[in-house]
C-alpha cells in the first residue's frame, strides 16, 4: 500500500504541479496577449504618424508644385504678352515706315505731276503761239496771194 500511497501522492504532486505549470502557462499568455496587445497598438499608432507625416508631406508637396506651377504660368504669361507687346511696336513701326514711304511717294509722284503739268502748260503755250503764227502767215499768204491776183488782174488789163 505503501507504493499506491507514493504513487498517489505522486500523482497529487503532479496535479498541484501542473496546475501551478497550467497557472504559469496561463499568465505567461495572458502576459503575452497583453505585450502582443501593446505591440499591435504601438504599431498601429506609428502606422498612423507614418500615414500623417506621408500625407502631410503630400500637401507640401502638392502646394509646392501648384505653387511652382502657378509660378511658370504667370512667368508665361508675362513673356507671352511681353512678346505681344514688342510684336505691336514692330508692326506699328513697320507701318509708320509704310505711311512715310507712300506719303513720301505721294509727294514725289505730286511733284513729278506738277513738273508734266508745267511742261503741258508751256507746250500748250507753244503750241497756241505756234497756231497763232501759222493763223497770222496764213493769213499774210492769203492777202499776199490777193494783192498778186490783185496786181495781176490790172497788169492783164492793162
Request: aromatic share 4%.
Amino acid at each position: 500500500m505503501e507504493g499506491a500511497t507514493i504513487v498517489q501522492q505522486i500523482l497529487k504532486a503532479l496535479d498541484l504541479h501542473c496546475g501551478k505549470i497550467q497557472q504559469q502557462m496561463k499568465e505567461m499568455e495572458d502576459r503575452l496577449r497583453t505585450e502582443i496587445q501593446d505591440t499591435e497598438s504601438r504599431l498601429r499608432a506609428e502606422i498612423q504618424d507614418t500615414e500623417n507625416r506621408l500625407r502631410a508631406e503630400i500637401q507640401d508637396t502638392e502646394n509646392r508644385l501648384r505653387a511652382e506651377i502657378q509660378d511658370t504660368e504667370n512667368r508665361l504669361r508675362a513673356e507671352i504678352q511681353d512678346t505681344e507687346n514688342r510684336l505691336y511696336a514692330q508692326i506699328r513701326e513697320t507701318e509708320d515706315r509704310l505711311h512715310q514711304k507712300l506719303s513720301d511717294l505721294e509727294k514725289r509722284t505730286d511733284a513729278r505731276f506738277e513738273r508734266l503739268e508745267t511742261k503741258m502748260n508751256y507746250w500748250r503755250l507753244e503750241w497756241s503761239e505756234t497756231q497763232e503764227t501759222v493763223d497770222f502767215l496764213a493769213r499774210k499768204t492769203l492777202q499776199h496771194e490777193r494783192k498778186l491776183r490783185s496786181r495781176a488782174g490790172q497788169n492783164e488789163i492793162s
